[in-house]
């Protein structure tokens, strides 16, 4: 699992220049032991701040772009959903040599789901379609769109391009057949609505097998609800796929258009990853290797 950087751009940060930005904009929460999270997170750069914050550095220009949106949206968002979600408590500026907002938030506890775990995964299942029921029947209005809110139509030249190069890693014939299958999809019946957009196993907390919270909401916004079923192959096990299904009421078109979401991310994932992030690109290989099992 990679802690460093992971993209060209990326601002190298530390426990030290933590420390500065707290005692500089912060200085109620000086003196406070800064230790890095060994987390995965590809977009923000995660420092725990005593034993209840966590400071959050964004690692790429458009990821710095989500923090306004997060504090925003986040407070709105948090009473209508069945499990917790970060609550931003300090809003950064740049300064100290990092150049883009950042941010204080609670911190919470939990440990991440372990990727394709066999054992009794129901209750887990039954809580992620709660969750994403919840929150895509939260009002729209003024809801900014989605980071993956284009259609999977616009998606299909990277798509393509990815499996080109990764056809030495994967059964390239059939994960085009899954991917024309999603194409092929009726688009969704209504308006877009809320989506966190990314339920993958590094953007969750769980607790004695139960979700018990939702994290990173850097893609938060409007599109097609179809979007957040790409957990079925990012956390849950075969045999508990039909009970998420089932609980957040996945017509045909949309577990199509949800399989058609998972296979672009970790395609695209795996290609970007494959040398920077060994926990992001296993992940990927996961999620490629149960979609195609589940086409044959």
Not at 260 to 286: C, D, K, P, V
Request: net charge negative; charged share 20%; glycine share 10%.
């Amino acid at each position: 699992m990679s802690t460093g950087r992971m993209h060209a751009d990326e601002p190298e940060t530390g426990p030290p220049l933590v420390r500065r930005l707290i005692a500089a904009q912060f200085p109620h929460w000086a003196g406070r032991p800064v230790e890095r999270v060994g987390a995965a997170g590809t977009a923000n750069a995660m420092y725990r701040l005593g034993e209840d914050l966590v400071v959050r550095l964004p690692r790429t220009a458009g990821s710095a772009g989500d923090t306004a949106k997060e504090h925003r949206w986040l407070p709105r968002l948090a009473p209508a959903l069945p499990v917790a979600i970060p609550v931003p408590l300090g809003a950064g500026v740049p300064g100290e040599g990092y150049p883009w907002p950042w941010s204080v938030y609670g911190w919470l506890d939990g440990t991440c789901p372990t990727v394709g775990d066999t054992a009794e995964a129901a209750p887990l299942a039954r809580d992620l379609a709660g969750f994403v029921t919840a929150l895509h029947l939260v009002d729209p209005a003024d809801g900014p769109p989605s980071y993956r809110s284009e259609s999977l139509a616009a998606r299909d030249t990277a798509v393509r391009e990815a499996l080109a190069d990764l056809r030495t890693e994967t059964d390239a014939v059939t994960a085009a057949e899954v991917w024309e299958t999603a194409l092929r999809a009726p688009a969704p019946a209504g308006p877009p609505g809320w989506i966190h957009a990314d339920l993958q196993p590094g953007n969750m907390l769980t607790a004695g097998g139960r979700l018990t919270a939702v994290i990173d909401f850097g893609c938060l916004g409007l599109g097609d609800p179809a979007v957040d079923l790409i957990s079925a192959w990012y956390v849950l096990p075969a045999g508990a796929r039909g009970t998420f299904r089932d609980a957040a009421r996945a017509d045909d078109a949309a577990w199509a258009r949800g399989t058609g979401w998972a296979l672009s991310i970790a395609l695209m994932e795996l290609q970007y990853y494959r040398g920077t992030n060994t926990f992001m690109a296993e992940t990927a290989r996961h999620v490629i290797a149960e979609i195609l099992a589940d086409q044959r």
